[in-house]
C-alpha cells in the first residue's frame, strides 16, 4: 500500500471583527482556536474610526495572519461625516490596507441617512479606485440601491466581495455580472436562510468565506456569539451544497480569496 499524502486545510475567513468587545476576555485565545483549525488568514473589516487602534493592535500581535481593511460602515453614517471620512482617507494613503471595506447602504436599521450612505459609499469606491483596492460591501434591505450606485461605477477597476450574501440567484448572478465575489457565512447553514437550495447553481469560483465573527454564528451555534473557528462549520455545509470535499472547497475559496485580496502565499495554496 503506498504511501498518501494530504494536503493541509487552509481555510480564510474574509470578513471577522475579531477587535470587537465581545471578543474582550478570550481575543487571543478565539484566534488560537480558530487558527488550529486550520483557518490561516483573517480579514478585519472597518467601522469607524474608533475601531482603527484596536485593528491595527491585533495586527501588531498576529502580523502573519491579520489583515485590515479600511472603510466607514454604513450604519455609522450620520448628518456629517466629514471627520469619519478625512479619518479613513487619511488612512488608506498613508499605509496598505488589503481592501476598502466594510461600505454600502443599510436601510434595515434607519433610512434618515439615505443620500448621506450614498454618498459616503460612493466617495470611499473612487478612493479604492484610485488606490486599485477591492471594496467589501454590507448590503441590508438596499440591493437595488446598491445595484445602481455599482452600474454607475462599474469599469475593470469596480471589485470585490459582496459580503454575507442572503439573496436570491437572481441577485447572486446579478453580483457576479460586476465582477464581485459572494461572501458566505452562517445564514447557509440556516434552516430559513434558503442559501442552500440554490448556492450549488453559483460557480465555486464565485464564492469566499466568510463568518462575520462575533455576529451570524452558525447552526448549531446561532444565537450565540460567533468566532471565526466555526467558519469549519460554514465550510462543512457549503461542501455539502456542491458536493465536495472540504478539501478542495478549502483550496478553490482560497485561491479565490487571496486573487480578491491580491495576495500570494504559497502556503496556503500548496
Known sequence: MGIHYFRAMNWIDTHTHLYVDAFDEDRAQAIERALALGVSRFYLPSIDFETTDRMTALEA????????????????VGANNTKALDHVEQQLFQRPFSAVGEIGVDLYWDTTYLKEQLAVFEQQILWAKALDLPIVIHCRDAFDVIFDVLEKHQDDKLRGIFHCFTGTLEQALRIIGYGFKLG???????????????????????????????????????????????????????????????????????????????????????
Open 61 to 76: 500581535q498576529f502580523p502573519n495572519h491579520i489583515r485590515l481593511m479600511m472603510g466607514l460602515h454604513p450604519t455609522h
Open 184 to 270: 458566505i457565512g452562517g445564514v447557509v447553514t440556516f434552516k430559513n436562510g434558503k442559501l442552500d437550495q440554490f448556492i450549488h447553481q453559483i460557480p465555486l469560483s464565485e464564492i469566499v468565506l466568510e463568518t462575520d465573527a462575533p455576529y451570524l454564528a452558525p447552526t448549531p451555534y446561532r444565537g450565540k456569539r460567533n468566532e471565526s473557528a466555526y467558519l469549519d462549520l460554514v465550510a462543512e455545509k457549503v461542501a455539502q451544497c456542491y458536493g465536495i470535499g472540504k478539501e478542495e472547497l478549502s483550496l478553490m475559496t482560497s485561491k479565490t480569496a487571496l486573487s480578491v485580496f491580491q495576495e500570494y502565499d504559497p502556503s496556503i495554496l500548496k
